[in-house]
């Protein structure tokens, strides 16, 4: 209450999901749903090169319309950032707009228990969003430099109700909320274009319900009212689950995901988990398999099956069917999801 950690929010500010249900079965799906992940492929810029090269696989060169129509709603929060904080004018920001990025962050083609298409991806605020994170989680701690050895971690420095850099990060990470959740808008739009240019059938249904639509956060931060008084929740890997509210809860590549309704536990600050979460490191992950493990855990998909992609194996999370009966008291079940294309950075 009256405070925010930077570092609890993380530096991947606004990370979240967005899921579609349309009005394609599995009958529609191409046989070779190759040809669909290429599509997907070159309609959301995904991955990134490294090094200093001028060309960023992960940005857009020349950026769509859809994008600039949201970049328009950006660019206001932007101008004051940008004049404020100049250090954020060197940042990939409007090409990054509508962009996928890389880690666990992905586009997925789902089936539901009856059959029907759903489009699934999940993505945050990229490079301006971690600049962002970074910057003000050094700010604090170098504001709290003379009393950080009372607190247990460094990453625990915060900024107090009331004082400048608490105003000015709040602000900066309402718009890098936004911009995630505006990214996320821009790539299900251009999904839905490849989808419907390879299947040639209408894609979006004439009208959706609430739980057939979604676009939420897992790493955020906002103000809300619990037990009789306002606080600043940070969620960090957590989704809002106040009654009645749609969420997402991915399982990992290959495993079965969740479009759930929240069932508004006070205890849990009417919250769940945003995944199943991981048993081992990335690092340990890639030493303990091998291609062929990741070969034979995803043979029911069609996505990258190489050496880059190791660390997302299933193997190297938890079960989500145990994480799922963990919180049973949290959210109910609306619609269970299996993949069957999967495009990662």
Known sequence: KGAIIPAAVGVDIGCGMNAL???????????????????????VPHGRTTGRCKRDKGAWENPPVNVDAKWAELE??????TQKYPRFLNTNNYKHLGTL??????????LDESDQVWIMLHSGSRGIGNAIGTYFIDLAQKEMQDQLETLPSRDLAYFMEGTEY??????????????????????????????????????????????????CHHNYVQKEQHFGEEIYVTR???????????????????????????LGNEESFCSC???????????????????EDQIRATAHVECRKDAEVIDEIPMAYKDIDAVMAAQSDLVEVIYTLRQVVCVKG
């Open 76 to 81: 206001a929060g932007y101008q004051w950032l």
């Open 236 to 262: 960090k890997g957590a989704v809002s689950a106040r009654a009645g509210q749609y969420g997402i809860i991915p399982g990992s590549m290959g495993a079965k995901s969740f479009i759930v309704r929240g």
């Open 21 to 43: 249900r349309t009005a394609l079965t599995a009958e529609d799906l191409p046989e070779n749903l190759a040809e669909l992940r290429q599509a997907i492929e070159t309609a």
């Open 166 to 215: 608490f105003d000015d990060y709040l602000r900066a990470v309402a718009w890098a909320q936004l911009f995630a959740s505006l990214n996320r808008d821009a790539m299900m739009e251009n999904v839905v274009t490849a989808l419907q240019s390879i299947t040639q059938k209408t894609v979006r249904q004439p009208q959706t319900l609430a739980m057939e639509e979604i676009n």
């Open 101 to 110: 990025g890389t880690g666990n962050h992905f586009i997925e083609i789902c």
């Open 273 to 291: 988990s945003h995944g199943a979460g991981r048993v081992m490191s990335r690092t340990k992950a890639k030493k303990l398999f091998s291609v």
